[in-house]
């Protein structure tokens, strides 16, 4: 086992490698760079200028030595004075070496327009985030694995069909189409207003005691949660109910049943075990999911400042520290998640060995 596990620990850094030097390939041919829209809100002060004061024709006279476009009229002093500061000056694969180098050191720069460490950014949005993956993952396993403990019990009732149906109905709304029916039905859209609209927590949060911070707490997180979780449950109690299904029909389980165990014992403490063995293995690449997949559009939807609305926003800004550093730390998460992942399997059932298919 041991060395299944450095195996896969020498395969991190190639694997960082690869999806560093693609993303960075791909950046070189995206317009638009922080340059570009510098010099382009600057073209818009000046048009904005120039039609308040009348006139002013002279000031646009075109900088033809620069490639940007928005440069026109701006010395090229100042434009070559940009790219040294956003470090656009230098070939693209010295940048590059620079920035593995930097980041190999976990220095991951400065953001270009909010004057904060890339890591203090992170820091600073990653409990909303966390808050959000987190309770979305335990509700989800919460409903599923009960939920799907009784449709492979009740496999082919009345039960199993009905609840079948309002699994594929969950399923197929879409996560931010269910947000925004929430919103309107229980945060004051047209209806009642029981929950917060926006925020993670009320203005006042920091004056009060433990217990109404706990509570203010899960009052705004609830919708949030609640609308990420109605896809995430679904999968999962399917994947409960088959595990079931495929454990009590093996030979062990007859074995158990006709030596007069009760039906409980037989579920709990045979089939529980090598049923859960997938689903609860999982449990570390589900909450990455949720935690990277579907933060964005429900942070976007309830006002929730967390890393999915500030990768979304560094994308738009061109604010390629934050991208590529945020790229990099979720890339290496994901890579360790994946190797936790494997190791839970060995922990629940130490029968897997995956040394054998590395030999």
């Known amino acids: 086992m041991l060395a299944y596990i450095l195996r896969r620990l020498a395969l991190i850094l190639p694997t960082l490698f690869g999806i560093m030097l693609i993303n960075f390939a791909l950046v070189q041919f995206v317009p638009g760079g922080p340059v570009e829209q510098i010099l382009a809100q600057l073209e818009r002060e000046t048009d904005v200028f120039q039609g308040i004061a009348g006139g002013g024709g002279e000031i646009r006279e075109a900088s033809e030595s620069s490639s940007y476009v928005g440069s026109q009229g701006l010395p090229e002093d100042f434009v070559a004075d940009l790219e040294r500061q956003f470090g656009f000056d230098k070939p693209p694969l010295e940048r590059f070496a620079a920035m593995l180098w930097d980041y190999a050191r976990f220095d991951f720069g400065e953001s270009y327009f909010r004057s904060i460490s890339v890591t203090d950014l992170i820091l600073e949005k990653v409990p909303v985030s966390i808050s959000l993956g987190l309770w979305t993952t335990l509700l989800a396993y919460l409903i599923s694995i009960p939920l799907g403990i009784r449709?492979?019990?009740h496999d082919g009732t009345s039960f199993d069909s009905w609840t079948s149906s309002l699994i594929i109905i969950g399923y197929a709304i879409p996560g931010f189409l269910f947000a925004i029916l929430l919103l309107v039905l229980f945060a004051g859209g047209s209806y009642v207003k029981i929950f917060p609209?926006?925020?993670?927590?009320?203005?006042?949060?920091a004056d009060m005691s433990l217990?109404?911070?706990?509570?203010?707490?899960?009052?705004?997180?609830?919708?949030?949660?609640l609308a990420s979780t109605i896809s995430a449950f679904a999968t999962l109690t399917l994947l409960t109910k088959n595990s079931f299904l495929d454990e009590i029909r093996k030979q062990y389980v007859l074995t158990a049943r006709a030596k007069g165990l009760a039906e409980k014992q037989v579920l709990y403490g045979h089939v529980f075990r090598n049923a859960m063995l997938i689903v609860i293995a999982g449990?570390?690449?589900v909450f990455v999911s949720v935690f990277f997949g579907s933060?964005?559009?429900?942070?976007?939807?309830?006002s929730l400042d967390g890393l999915g609305r500030m990768g979304f926003e560094a994308a738009v800004a061109r604010d390629y520290p934050v991208v590529f550093g945020t790229l990099f730390i979720f890339s290496l998460i994901g890579l360790v998640i994946g190797l936790i992942s494997d190791l839970m399997y060995v922990w629940i059932d130490p029968r897997i060995d995956f040394e054998s298919r590395l030999s």
Do not use: N
Not at 197 to 205: N, Q, Y
Not at 295 to 302: A, G, K, N, Q
């Open 151 to 153: 449709k492979a019990v």
């Open 197 to 205: 609209l926006r925020g993670l927590t009320s203005p006042d949060f």
């Open 211 to 225: 217990g109404r911070q706990i509570l203010d707490y899960f009052w705004h997180i609830a919708l949030p949660v």
């Open 283 to 285: 449990f570390p690449a």
């Open 295 to 302: 933060s964005l559009i429900i942070e976007t939807i309830f």
